[in-house]
């Protein structure tokens, strides 16, 4: 609604102090002395637009000659062929005031509306902050794992392909990880499903106490994790990997424990002379992490 004028009768020429001609098309604001405008725009057209309807506002005319006229006005809102439209019925206030007893009487009705618009303005300020907040927390979840509260595929997805795109610009290196949690079917087929998730999310712990906060780590599903390592070199794929397996060594000396973490990686590099796209770096760390995986498994059977 943009508060335009589109039709006066003849009662309204008269209180208002114009032509039909002169008011068509204006504003309604453009009628109203300057502390009616503020007070319509900011309280009483807010309460309309929720309640559809507002009686008793009490508003300032000003009329072509300067002279101001206060108004007892009441309005309803409805649609009229995709548009909004408001219908006003205006009456000059020492006729209300005269049917009704005293100013004071007035003055208190005015009182009463005024503060029913400021709690109406409350209650909406509050129901927003409600929306936000729901909102905010359902973006959220649309990114997190929400056993691990890691980031998931999406939330991976989105948080690489920015740093991709500040990486391309400032020629930082980074490392793209694929691991997964070796012999998690023998803990879920021993323990059960309840300690599979626990060995999830201990391995989620590890992963974010073993690398920086700069560093991204999600879960992809079932026992797969990615990360991608911000400004590390090629040259380091041997220092992070060892840095992993020391911290799963320190988790599994802890005492008390049923079960032990392990993990094959797979690193892939990205780097200003060797540019890939994410897609690529993500299948080159996870067919180097499936090469580790057989080779361990291979071992494990030769001994």
Known sequence: MDGVIV??????????????????????????????????????????????????????????SGKEVPMLVAASRRMDGGHVCVEFAMLVARQRVAYEGTPEAAGDAAEAARLEVVATQGALQHSQAALQWAHDRLKAQAVRDQLTGLLNRRGFTDAARQHQAVAERTGAPFLVAALDLDGFKRINDTFGHDVGDEALTEMAVVLTETFRDSDIVARFGGDEFVLLLTNTAATEVDAVRDRLLTALAAHNAEPG???????????????????????????????????????????????
Request: proline residues 5%.
């Open 7 to 64: 039709r006066v009768n003849a009662a309204a020429e008269r209180l208002l102090g114009r032509a039909s001609g002169a008011l068509v098309g204006q504003s309604f604001g453009a009628c109203l002395t300057r502390d009616s405008v503020l007070l319509w725009e900011s309280q009483f057209l807010p309460l309309l637009m929720v309640r559809g309807a507002l009686d008793g506002v009490f508003l300032g005319a000003s009329l072509p």
């Open 257 to 303: 424990r049923d079960f032990a973490l392990a993990t094959s990686v797979g690193l892939a590099a990205w780097s200003p002379e060797t540019p890939q796209s994410l897609p690529v770096l993500l299948k080159a760390a996870d067919d180097t992490m499936y090469v580790e995986k057989r080779a361990r498994m291979s071992a494990g059977a030769a001994a």
